[in-house]
């Protein structure tokens, strides 16, 4: 990073200004442009982003579900999470949807409120849902916040605690790390974002998010970049 700013080397953070507020005393080469997304049209092309029509039946036939998935990063315990997941389901009325992304499927349950997929169109299904249980990737994290949709971020690895800690802090989701992780934990976490504080937040950055282009900010600020060097 140091190199970076000695030579004045461009550095574009594309995430959404709602999450990370660029401040003042970063240097001039640093940016904070919204995040960089995949449009519509070449999503729906995607045909690991077709959508069952089993899944969109499911869907239409009940309550908004819960999304629950953690997407490139393996679960570091699916017994527990197995565990949590059918306690939800047989001691709550929620639904669920569970996406395996890169664990191996683990999950045999059969049950009238949980639907199983390999993978999803988050942008096809965030907005169908009430809320998300996710690592805390900052894609995920902004593909729900777009959707209008609080989180309860079960963090694992990396960057996803400090994520965590910024969803927390505008109130638009909770924090449990995956190694504290219990139903009871969860349990509170989905009651706590379930509620019209969270969910009204969340409404607002989604309202805000929609006036952001990272892709056009950011070829802005590559061209303008490339012109003064």
Known sequence: MTELLRKNRLIIHPMSNQLLKQPKDWPSNSF???????PTTERNRNINEQIPEALKAWIEDGEKPI??????????????LKTIIDELLTQTNHRIVFCNGWTKPFIDTKHKNLFVIENINHEWLFPKCKMAIIHGGIGTIGSSLKSGIPMVI???????PFNGKLIEKNKTGVHIP???LTFEKLLGGITKVDSNE????????????HLENGVNESLIIIENYVKQN
């Open 32 to 38: 904070v442009t919204g995040f960089l997304e995949i």
């Open 67 to 80: 999304y629950i998935g953690f997407g490139s990063i393996p679960i570091p315990d699916t017994n527990l």
């Open 154 to 160: 079960v963090s694992i690895v990396a960057d996803q």
């Open 178 to 180: 995956f190694k504290k």
């Open 198 to 209: 969270f969910k009204q937040n969340t409404k607002s950055i989604e309202e805000k998010m």
